[in-house]
C-alpha cells in the first residue's frame, strides 16, 4: 500500500505559479511511477504529467508541455508539479497518483493508488 497526500493548492492570478508536492508513505517510493492528474468541474479527470520510478524520464499532456514541469525527490519521497504561466483553465483539483513499473503512464486506468486531491484555481 502507498499513501498519497498533495499540497501546495491555492487561488492564483492569471500568469502567477504555484507547486505542488505529493508525499507518499508505505512501500518503497522509488519502486512507483508516479503521475499528476486533473479534474476541472462538470469535466472528466484528465491526464496532466508522470515521470517514471527513477526520474529520468518525464511525459507531459500537450495542454500543459513548456508551462508545468514534474519532478521527484527520492530522498523526499515526494513528487512535484511546478506550473508556471497558469491559466484559467488550468483551474481544477489535482491529484498524484502512484503505481509499480518501471516506464511512465498516462491513464486513469493504469494508476493504484490516488491522493485526496488538491484545489487550484487561477483567477482571470
Known amino acids: 500500500q502507498v499513501q498519497l497526500v498533495e499540497s501546495g493548492g491555492g487561488l492564483v492570478q492569471a500568469g502567477g505559479s504555484l507547486r505542488l508536492s505529493c508525499v507518499a508513505s508505505?512501500?518503497?517510493?522509488?519502486?512507483?511511477?508516479m503521475g499528476w492528474f486533473r479534474q476541472a468541474p462538470g469535466k472528466e479527470r484528465e491526464f496532466v504529467a508522470a515521470?517514471?520510478?527513477?526520474?529520468?524520464?518525464?511525459y507531459h499532456a500537450d495542454s500543459v508541455k513548456g508551462r508545468f514541469t514534474i519532478s521527484r525527490d527520492l530522498a523526499k519521497n515526494t513528487v512535484y508539479l511546478q506550473m508556471n504561466t497558469l491559466k484559467s483553465d488550468d483551474t481544477a483539483v489535482y491529484y498524484c497518483a502512484a503505481r509499480g513499473g518501471s516506464w511512465y503512464y498516462t491513464g486513469i486506468d493504469e494508476y493504484n493508488y490516488w491522493g485526496q486531491g488538491t484545489q487550484v484555481t487561477v483567477s482571470s
Open positions: 508505505g512501500r518503497t517510493f522509488s519502486g512507483y511511477a
Open positions: 515521470i517514471t520510478r527513477s526520474g529520468g524520464i518525464t
